[in-house]
T-cell receptor, first 114, second 112 residues
Framework: AQSVTQPDIHITVSEGASLELRCNYSYGATPYLFWYVQSPGQGLQLLLK??????LVQGIKGFEAEFKRSQSSFNLRKPSVHWSDAAEYFCAVATTSGTYKYIFGTGTRLKVLA | EAGVTQFPSHSVIEKGQTVTLRCDPISGHDNLYWYRRVMGKEIKFLLHFVKESKQDESGMPNNRFLAERTGGTYSTLKVQPAELEDSGVYFCASSQMYDEQFFGPGTRLTVL
C-alpha cells in the first residue's frame, strides 16, 4: 500500500542550528514528492517538489531536500534554522496512477529555541 | 492572484446538526480536492473534482458527507447529520493537472 512515514512527531532545535526532517515513502511507481509547511492560522505552503531529474531539490526559505530512491527517502534540510521556521512540516507523495492525489505523512512539528 | 479560500475558518456544532463548508479555488484551476485531518493523524484525501464532475470520492467516510461543485467554480462539503468523529480540520486544495496543489487555510470543525 502507498504510504508516507514521518518518524519524528516533534523536533526541537536551537536557532542557527542545522535541521533535517525525515520522510520515507512507499510507492510502486516513480514518485512525485512534496514538502509543505503549515504555520499557525495558515494553509499549507509548498516548500519544494521533486518530479524527476536532479535528486537534490532547492526550495523556498533556504530549504532543500534530497531524493534517495534506494532508501525510499526524501529528507528535508536547512543549514541554519530561523525562529520563523517554527511550524508543522508535511511530506507527501502524489499518486500518478488513477486519481492524482496526495498521500501525506503525519507531520513533524518543529520548535525553535532562541 | 488570490489563493484558495475557505469559509468558515471555525465551526462548532452539536452532534446531529448540519454543517456546510465552502471552498473557493484559485481561478482557472479545474481540479479541486477536499482533505481532512483528524487530530493527531495524517491529512487524508476525501474527494476530487474536475470542473463540476466528481472524479474520485473514494475517501469520503460515509453517506453523511455530500460534496458539490457548482458550475465548476466553488465547492461545498455538507455533513448531515454530524457525528463526534467528524471533528477535524477540512482542507481544500486546487491545482492544474499533475502539478502542485494549492491549499486553503482549512476549516476547523468541532462536533460536541
Amino acid at each position: 500500500a502507498q504510504s508516507v512515514t514521518q518518524p519524528d512527531i516533534h523536533i526541537t532545535v536551537s536557532e542557527g542550528a542545522s535541521l533535517e526532517l525525515r520522510c520515507n515513502y512507499s510507492y510502486g511507481a516513480t514518485p512525485y514528492l512534496f514538502w509543505y509547511v503549515q504555520s499557525p492560522g495558515q494553509g499549507l505552503q509548498l516548500l519544494l517538489k521533486y518530479f524527476s531529474g536532479d535528486t537534490l531539490v532547492q526550495g523556498i526559505k533556504g530549504f532543500e531536500a534530497e531524493f534517495k530512491r534506494s532508501q525510499s527517502s526524501f529528507n528535508l534540510r536547512k543549514p541554519s534554522v530561523h525562529w520563523s521556521d517554527a511550524a508543522e512540516y508535511f511530506c507527501a507523495v502524489a499518486t500518478t496512477s488513477g486519481t492524482y492525489k496526495y498521500i501525506f505523512g503525519t507531520g513533524t512539528r518543529l520548535k525553535v529555541l532562541a | 492572484e488570490a489563493g484558495v479560500t475557505q469559509f468558515p475558518s471555525h465551526s462548532v456544532i452539536e452532534k446531529g446538526q448540519t454543517v456546510t463548508l465552502r471552498c473557493d479555488p484559485i481561478s482557472g484551476h479545474d481540479n479541486l480536492y477536499w482533505y481532512r485531518r483528524v487530530m493527531g493523524k495524517e491529512i487524508k484525501f476525501l474527494l476530487h473534482f474536475v470542473k463540476e464532475s466528481k472524479q474520485d470520492e473514494s475517501g469520503m467516510p460515509n453517506n453523511r458527507f455530500l460534496a458539490e461543485r457548482t458550475g465548476g467554480t466553488y465547492s461545498t462539503l455538507k455533513v448531515q447529520p454530524a457525528e463526534l468523529e467528524d471533528s477535524g480540520v477540512y482542507f481544500c486544495a486546487s491545482s492544474q493537472m499533475y502539478d502542485e496543489q494549492f491549499f486553503g487555510p482549512g476549516t476547523r470543525l468541532t462536533v460536541l
